[in-house]
Every structure is written in structure tokens, then in C-alpha cells.
């Protein structure tokens, strides 16, 4: 499948910004989709995802509570809703799909590595004053 992101930039500290994410090319509805990121020097981390067969969501510690992920299945798009931005939460933010449902979740909720099997291009985001 191929993912399209959109809507990164630059925001000041305890600011929103909104990351879609456009889905095409899937032939089968059993994936998660959602969200990882990547800080300067830092190992990519899973941020959030949802279940595209159930709809259940997932989210990083880091980020729950101040981060809502969402989609709109007309629209094959997927959306992260961002509030409360630190710049902790810089970098570069990447769209990923997988067939691998329970291990893309351990990846988002432990932070475990894992090889996802589409991405998107990335978009930046940066928080600063």
C-alpha cells in the first residue's frame, strides 16, 4: 500500500497541530495503521495506531492523553490529533501500515522495535518558541 502524509510545521510549546495520512493500494481491511516518529539521534518510536478491523487505539505513554488518533474510512485517511505539543515531540513524524496487528500495538504501548511493512514519506514537526 502506499501512504501520503500531510499537515506537519512549526508550533510553539502547549500548541495543536493535526497529521493526515492518506491510504491507498490496501487489498486486505486486517492492518493497524497510525504513527511513529523520529527525534534527532534517537531510534524511531511508535507514537499511536488504530486497528483498521476493529477500530481499537493505542498510544505511546509519552503521548496519551495530549495526542487522539482518528480516521475516516470514507476517506482511507488517518488522522493524529496533537495537543499540549512539548518539544519533546519533535522530529519527524511517519505514517506506517501493517498486516501485523498485535505487534505494531506492543510496538506503540512498549516501544519495542519492529519492521513495518509500509511508511509513508515523513513530515516535520517542530515545537519551539
Known amino acids: 500500500g502506499q501512504l501520503v502524509e500531510s499537515g506537519g510545521g512549526l508550533v510553539q510549546p502547549g500548541g495543536s497541530l493535526t497529521l493526515s495520512c492518506a491510504a491507498s493500494?490496501?487489498?486486505?481491511?486486517?492492518?493497524?495503521i497510525g504513527w511513529f516518529r523520529q527525534a534527532p539521534g534517537k531510534e524511531r518510536e511508535g507514537v499511536s495506531c488504530?486497528?483498521?478491523?476493529?477500530?481499537?487505539?493505542y498510544y505511546a505513554n509519552s503521548v496519551k492523553g495530549r495526542f487522539t488518533i482518528s480516521r475516516d474510512n470514507a476517506k482511507k485517511t488517518v488522522y493524529l490529533h496533537m495537543n499540549s505539543l512539548k518539544p519533546e515531540d519533535t522530529g519527524v513524524y511517519y505514517c506506517?501500515?501493517?498486516?501485523?496487528?498485535?505487534?505494531?500495538?506492543?510496538?506503540?504501548?512498549?516501544?519495542?522495535?519492529?519492521?513495518?511493512?509500509?511508511w509513508g514519506q515523513g513530515t516535520q514537526v517542530t515545537v519551539s518558541s
Open positions: 506506517a501500515a501493517d498486516q501485523n496487528i498485535p505487534k505494531y500495538i506492543v510496538a506503540v504501548v512498549r516501544g519495542t522495535p519492529m519492521t513495518i511493512g509500509s
Open positions: 493500494g490496501f487489498t486486505s481491511d486486517y492492518y493497524a
Open positions: 488504530v486497528s483498521n478491523y476493529d477500530g481499537s487505539t
